[in-house]
Nanobody, 127 residues
Framework: EVQLVESGGGSVQAGGSLRLSCAGS????????MGWFRQAPGKEREGVAY???????????ADSVKGRFTISGSADNGKNTIILQMNSLKPEDTGMYFC?????????????????WGQGTQVTVSS
């Protein structure tokens, strides 16, 4: 059974920083794509960043977070961990952040309904 366990998140004032982590286990992919999505109240879930672990190490960040957020990932004995370092946070970054896993990054964003998902962690940025 695939499990994605998230930690981090919380409340911070604008300009502050937060760090999210997600530990994945139970999958059989030799390489996989892990990333973060977020969903604000009343809005659709959107991709924030991803990293291809065990392969090229390619990363992607949404335009709205480029230069402020950085994703990184590592593999250790079949368990992958990703970190999302979020700096210079803005009120519009507020939302529930979800960790996601897929075998290919090409599918993580365009076929999101079939991703494996974590339970989500709340990020609140006040002005």
């Amino acid at each position: 059974e695939v499990q994605l366990v998230e930690s981090g998140g919380g409340s911070v004032q604008a300009g502050g920083s937060l760090r999210l982590s997600c530990a994945g286990s139970g999958y059989t992919y030799s390489a996989n794509c892990m990333g973060w999505f977020r969903q604000a109240p009343g809005k659709e879930r959107e991709g924030v960043a991803y990293v291809y672990i065990g392969g090229s190490g390619t990363t992607w960040h949404a335009d709205s977070v480029k230069g402020r957020f950085t994703i990184s990932g590592s593999a250790d004995n079949g368990k992958n961990t990703i970190i999302l370092q979020m700096n210079s946070l803005k009120p519009e970054d507020t939302g529930m952040y979800f960790c996601a896993l897929r075998d290919a990054c090409s599918a993580l964003l365009v076929d999101a309904k079939n991703n494996y998902w974590g339970q989500g962690t709340q990020v609140t940025v006040s002005s």
